[in-house]
């Protein structure tokens, strides 16, 4: 869908992406497993480069940093599993986004004790 020329498809693709990002606030509640998995997801969909937008992008760079900021602060332990299983599917193109590496290694003594 994302690399598609028919407007249907694009519209769909950010549909999706944008229902994702609306999952935000329940994943606290998520069971484990499904937690896991979602996360994993989000995050390949960042490695892929299937985010359609710089904006998206930015968006769903900023949810998994704030994942691991609020489960780093003991917050929120699930956020911390989700974003650290998103932050592992997306860690090897991180370098692409100097401004995202400085903060997500504002975290990185926080992260290796989780």
């Not at 998995?37 to 969909?45: D, I, N, P, S, V």
């Not at 989700?82 to 692409?96: K, N, P, T």
Request: charged content about 20%; overall charge positive; hydrophobic content about 45%.
């Amino acid at each position: 869908m994302h690399d598609s020329s028919r407007a249907i498809d694009h519209a769909t693709h950010r549909c999706m992406l944008l229902g994702m990002l609306g999952e935000w606030p329940l994943l606290p509640r998520y069971p484990d497993k499904e937690l896991k998995l979602f996360g994993r997801l989000f995050g390949r969909l960042v490695q892929m480069g299937l985010t359609i937008s710089d904006g998206l992008l930015a968006i769903m760079l900023r949810h998994a940093f704030e994942a691991l900021r609020l489960g780093c602060a003991g917050l929120s332990p699930k956020l911390l599993t989700w974003g650290i299983a998103a932050l592992r599917e997306f860690v090897g193109r991180l370098h692409h986004w100097p401004a995202y590496c400085v903060h997500f290694l504002s975290l990185a003594d926080r992260l290796a004790k989780s």
